[in-house]
């Protein structure tokens, strides 16, 4: 199984601030299209966890631009230029490249 | 509004059996693949178990398989995730979830879970 490994846990933030978390996989998520199938989730306490990132840098739609990912192989970054209160809870990626598909531990990002 | 609403969750014993259900409402659900998420108490999330739009291909997490089996009737637009031989640690809060793009899922792959449940949830005890 493809394994997933984010940094931090946790993510004390500022508002207006920008954030970062980290998402490493135990294997290539390059698929032979060109894409990578790493997605991106926040978890508003509470509620179902939303997508925010597809593909490994693809917005979802309604997703506010202030949030971008980038990706490269085994290496994924979610960027929030500037954070906003609304933005906390909790962040996950996951793996969608090969079943089982996995997710990573979580980054609780909480509001200063 | 795409609606996906989970049902069937409830307290049963350890061994014993559920079937949960995702109906969904906005969308035909017929065209897209089908995902299962489960929340253990204070814990992350698991993918469970996935389908793929005409039910050629379904797969499990090593934790479930053999135990679990999930189907759909695309006629009644809706999914089902069938649970037998009940754990403690299968207590959980289970979302259906729904793959972003039409057709997906026949190569295992998948391309975001864009419409998600609220839950429905399933407490074994011993």
């Known amino acids: 199984d493809i394994v997933m490994t984010q940094s931090p846990l946790s993510l004390p933030v500022t508002p207006g601030e920008p954030a970062s978390i980290s998402c490493r996989s135990s294997?290539?998520?390059?698929?032979?299209?060109?894409?990578?199938?790493l997605d991106w989730y926040l978890q508003k306490p509470g509620q179902s966890p939303q997508l925010l990132i597809y593909m490994g840098s693809s917005r979802a739609s309604g997703v506010p631009d202030r949030f971008s990912a980038s990706a490269s192989g085994t290496d994924f970054t979610l960027k929030i230029s500037s954070v906003e209160a609304e933005d906390a809870g909790l962040y996950y990626c996951m793996q969608a490249l090969q079943t089982p598909w996995t997710f990573g531990q979580g980054t609780k990002v909480e509001i200063k | 509004e795409v609606q996906l609403v989970e049902s069937g969750g409830n307290l049963v014993q350890s061994g014993g059996s559920l079937r949960l259900s995702c109906a969904a409402s906005g969308i035909r659900l017929a065209d897209y693949a089908i995902h299962w998420v489960r929340q253990a108490p204070g814990k992350g999330l698991e993918w469970v178990s996935g389908?793929?739009?005409?039910?050629?291909?379904?797969d499990y997490a090593d934790s479930v398989k053999g135990r679990f089996t999930v189907s759909r009737d695309n006629a009644k637009n809706a999914i089902y995730l069938e649970m037998k031989s009940l754990r403690r640690e299968d207590t959980a809060l289970y979302f259906c979830a729904k793959d972003y793009s039409k057709g997906t899922y026949d190569d295992g792959e998948g391309s975001g879970l864009n419409v998600w449940g609220q839950g429905t949830t399933v407490t074994v005890s011993s």
């Open positions: 294997q290539s998520l390059l698929h032979s299209d060109g894409f990578n199938y």
């Open positions: 389908i793929s739009w005409n039910s050629g291909r379904a």
